[in-house]
């Protein structure tokens, strides 16, 4: 009904507060998300957190079809490496990314993050990716070369060791010189960072 009467929408949240246990009472799949991708092209905003039948399918749909998609939470989803790749080829005006408790690995952040492939590289501003237990420090390596990345949020992600620290504070170091050129009275975004490493 949604995909069919809202051509214009914009905004949609699908969130589900906490995973369910059992996955037959969470009804949204690929098919009703990818049918609203492709009725819904001027979507902006997509939040579908925690919707256990959702794979990297409707992430792919959603970049190829939404092309000013700025906002996608799939946190909680079933998205791997492909949906990634996918991102980074078509997905141009994306500036925040929840991808927390999802199976993304330090390949698909590598595509990303690509600073010669990638049409978000120069866009990301916001990263979560809490929970990620396959990403490693290369990772971590990757995002930090985000130009414009200001909230980056990752815990338990276990293969990411102290040694990320050092691409750590290549993203602080970057956004303290980017404070410094603002001209008085101007607001800036603050920087946010939390983690936990192994």
Known sequence: LIATQCRYLTTINLNWPTKPDDLSIDRLTDHGLINLAESCPNLTSVMCRNRGHLTSASVVTLSQQCKHLAILDVGGCQVEDWAL????????????????????????????????????????????????????????????????????????????????????????????????????????????MSWTVY
């Open 85 to 192: 790749k996918s991102l980074a080829t078509n997905a141009a005006s994306l500036k925040s990314l929840n991808l927390s408790f999802t199976s993304v690995t330090s390949n698909g952040f590598n595509a990303l993050c690509d600073s010669t492939s990638s049409v978000c590289f120069k866009t990301l501003e916001e990263l979560h990716v809490t929970n990620c237990s396959q990403i490693c420090d290369q990772a971590i390596e990757s995002i930090s070369r985000l130009p414009r990345i200001s909230i980056f949020i990752f815990h338990n992600c276990r293969l990411v060791t102290s040694e990320s620290r050092a691409f750590l504070d290549v993203i602080l170091e970057r956004q303290q010189r980017r404070v410094r050129r603002v001209p008085k009275g101007m607001k800036q975004r603050p920087v946010q």
